[in-house]
Structures are given as C-alpha cells and as structure tokens.
Nanobody
C-alpha cells in the first residue's frame, strides 16, 4: 500500500537543530510535490513547507522561513526537513503528505492528499 513514513522527531532544546525524514513506500515519489505539515496540541494542522517534484520550487510558512530548509533525494524516495534554531512553539506532530496540486500555488497548504500517516513528534523544551 502506498504510504509516506515520517521519522526523525524527538526532544531538542531551544535553539537546537533536528532533521526530519519522509520516506515513500510502495510508490515512486519523484513525480509528486510533497508538503510538510504540523499539528500542535489543541490546534489545527497547518502547512510548514513544500517542495516540487524536481526540487526547483520550495515554499515555507512565514513562521519557519530562514530557520527550516526542505530538500529531497528522489533516488532514496525521501524528503527532508532540516529544522534549525528551534523554538518551543515549533513543538508539534509533524506529517508529510503528497500534494494534489503544485507546490507553487499560494494555497499549497490546503492541497494535502489527506492520507495522513502517524507523524513524528517534535518537542522543543529545556
């Protein structure tokens, strides 16, 4: 069954880095735009970043611009989210998803296919 699996979460101190991975299983990722999303406790899930199929387009939420970097390695069917200068407000469960429309759309964050995985928990705390 085609799915994306998130990994790499954990507990990190404020200001520290963390790298998340999103790996495709059961399908070829290289034709898909992929997005990272997050959901903090008690809040709605929102878009963090997206990347186009060949990696030429990358977009970020205002709250993470300059701190997070999205990248992909299609040979490994994996999309990464490098998170630097983490803040307590970055604490959330992080999910990746195939986008049903292009990452360059301003509304990319509403284009997740919707077959959410389990996500990976990121906790930023001292």
């Amino acid at each position: 069954q085609p799915q994306l699996v998130e990994s790499g979460g954990g507990l990190v101190q404020p200001g520290g880095p963390l790298r998340l991975s999103c790996t495709a299983s059961g399908f070829t990722m290289d034709a898909s735009d992929i997005g990272w999303f997050r959901q903090a406790q008690g809040k709605e899930r929102g878009g963090v970043s997206c990347i186009s199929d060949a990696g030429r387009t990358r977009k970020y939420a205002d709250s993470v611009t300059g701190r997070f970097t999205i990248s992909r390695d299609n040979a490994k069917s994996t999309v990464y989210l490098q998170m630097n200068i983490l803040r307590p407000e970055d604490t959330a469960v992080y999910y990746c998803a195939v986008l049903v429309g292009p990452c360059w759309y301003d509304t990319w964050a509403s284009l997740a296919r919707g077959d959410w995985g389990q996500g990976t928990q990121v906790t930023v705390s001292s």
